[in-house]
């Protein structure tokens, strides 16, 4: 964590805790003698009466602010965008080739933010109980809004591609690590496609 980011959240504190705290000792009283004085001036003049209720209203909104019982809507807080990455195929996601044992997966996404893929991990399945897995370990620059395309290219034994049929549905499933920071987060990928075989 960096000697700026430390001083800043340092500051942030400050203001808004003991700044606060000091001030809430001193308006309290402030607020409290403005209802007191209201009061007394409406039972004591008839003239400046709707000034008066004016400094008593002013006085309980006051008091009732400081203890915390009306929140004023805060301002100027910056609130960081939630970090989404969005898996789709625009075409045939998924090609297979029993003859040979081959199968690619092409998938496609679209991140909020610039990061890296680490590793994806995906499973090809049918509705016969056949599971293929895949996967990517090479990582991937990954520039923000911008739509970055993942190919698998995976050799299987031929007897594995043979309950996959023409036409047929399958569910790709899986997962993404990508970098955040120093750390790692995961995001699922979930598609039903028809493969080409």
């Known amino acids: 964590m960096d000697e700026h980011s430390l001083r800043s959240r340092g500051r942030h504190w400050l203001k808004s805790h003991a700044l606060f705290e000091a001030v809430r000792i001193v308006f309290v009283p402030a607020f409290v003698w403005l209802v007191s004085l209201g009061i007394s001036r409406v039972t004591h003049a008839s003239l400046a009466t ?3 209720i004016f400094l008593v209203l002013i006085g309980v909104i006051g008091v ?3 203890l915390g019982v009306v929140r004023l809507p805060a301002f100027s807080t910056k609130e960081e965008p939630k970090w989404e990455v969005f898996f789709y195929s ?11 044992g081959r199968v690619i997966i092409s998938l496609q996404f679209l991140s909020t933010k610039t990061t890296e893929l680490i590793y994806l991990h995906v499973t090809l399945r049918n509705n016969k109980g056949a599971n293929l897995d895949c996967e990517k370990p090479e990582p991937i620059s990954v520039a923000s809004m911008q739509v970055t395309q993942v190919m698998i290219d995976k050799k299987f034994l031929p ?4 309950t996959f049929e023409r036409g047929e549905m399958v569910n790709i499933e899986g997962y993404a690590k990508f970098r955040d ?7 699922r990928i979930s598609i039903a496609t028809i493969p080409s075989v």
Do not use: V
């Open 181 to 187: 920071g120093d750390l790692m987060k995961q995001f």
């Open 90 to 100: 625009p075409g045939l996601a998924a090609s297979l080739t029993p003859s040979i």
């Open 64 to 66: 009732l602010w400081l």
């Open 50 to 52: 709707a000034f008066n």
């Open 159 to 162: 007897q594995e591609l043979a």
